[in-house]
Structures are given as C-alpha cells and as structure tokens.
C-alpha cells in the first residue's frame, strides 16, 4: 500500500521541484532576437542588424514551433507564429547591404514613412471598404494588424478603420497606400 501512495507523491514533487518542466506561458524574447541576427546576417547595432533588442514589456503566447523570420522587409524583419497568429516587426539598422560599397544616401537612410520629395498628389489611395495594415509601435519594435478603413482618404488623411463591422473604430493616419499608422507612435 505504502509503494502505492509513494508514486503519485514522488511525481508531485518532481513537478514542484522542476519549473522548467512546466510549459513556458510567453515566447522566450531572447531566442527571437538571436533569430532575427541569425536571418538577416549581423548583429545588434550592426550595418543590416536590429536597431534594439525585440521588447521586454512584450508577452507574446509562446509559439509551439520555431517562430518564421522573413526579411528584410522595408527596413525590417517579419517575425511571426503560424500557428498563434502573432506577428511583430522588428526594425533594422540602415546600410547592411550597402556597407561594403561605402557610405550610404541620405535618401538610402530616411525612414520609408518619410514623404518623398515630389509632391503627393491628394487623390486617395484608401477607399471604403479596403483592407489596411495598421501599425503601432517604435524605433525598439513595431505590431501591425489587418483592419478594414471606414472612410476614403489620400496620405496623411486621418480615418476611422475597424478590425471588422461590429468593432469600435480607432483613428489611423494614412501613410501610404494599405498602410495606416496609430497617431502618437511617430518615431518609425
């Protein structure tokens, strides 16, 4: 009887005595950062390198495979969990490819949210109705997310989008065409 007893006792403190048994609630931030250097090629601060660390305050769902890294994407890396949903942007360091040739443009190194230097025709480039990708975050990380726009509108308009029909909507400046960006985080 007492041999009995002793097997559930003996797997209860096995769980109790090892934490690291128990599954992990949030994605490991660090695994990602080594991720992103080991996709795009270089280091943190590096020429084509992340720009800072992914997000300490972040509490991604911990991915149950290994997180997809794509990129560089218009000056970022793409990371994100098929299976959750989840995806953040990671932003670079200006001049990875180009570091090798010599000093990099001024134009090379201006943010892609900089308005170009010829006049933007106000026609818009954002109709009711249309899927838009809206963007929160800052120079250390950015989060995107798919919402639907409510209203017309040409870049550098405000307008209301909602994730679907029956949401609230949020105000989103229009920055290019598709892409609309959370007022207030402006240092992309």
């Known amino acids: 009887m007492l041999r009995f007893l002793s097997i559930p006792l003996a797997v209860a403190l096995l769980a109790i005595g090892h934490p690291a048994l128990a599954q992990q609630k949030f994605e490991n931030l660090d695994r990602i950062d080594s991720l992103v250097a080991m996709t795009v090629g270089a280091n943190l601060g590096e020429p084509g390198g992340p720009a800072a660390p992914v997000d300490r305050r972040l509490h991604l769902a911990a991915c149950p495979t290994t997180p997809d890294v794509e990129g560089p994407v218009f000056g970022a890396?793409?990371?994100?969990?098929?299976?959750?949903g989840w995806r953040i942007r990671v932003p670079l360091v200006a001049g990875g490819a180009a570091a090798?040739?010599?000093?990099?443009?001024?134009?090379?190194?201006?943010?892609?949210?900089?308005?170009?230097?010829?006049?933007i025709p106000k026609d818009n480039v954002v109709k009711r109705g249309d899927p838009?990708?809206?963007?929160?975050?800052?120079a250390s990380f950015s989060v995107s997310r798919t919402m639907?726009?409510?209203e017309d509108g040409a870049v550098g308009?405000?307008?209301?989008?909602r994730e679907d029909k029956k949401s609230a909507?949020?105000?989103?400046?229009?920055?290019?065409?598709?892409?609309?960006?959370?007022?207030g985080f402006k240092d992309f």
């Open 157 to 161: 308009d405000t307008i209301r989008v």
């Open 169 to 183: 909507p949020i105000f989103a400046q229009i920055v290019e065409m598709g892409i609309v960006r959370v007022p």
């Open 100 to 119: 090798a040739s010599g000093p990099v443009p001024r134009s090379a190194t201006a943010s892609r949210y900089t308005p170009p230097a010829r006049a």
């Open 148 to 150: 639907l726009a409510d």
């Open 132 to 138: 838009v990708q809206l963007l929160a975050g800052n």
């Open 77 to 84: 890396a793409i990371v994100k969990c098929n299976a959750l």
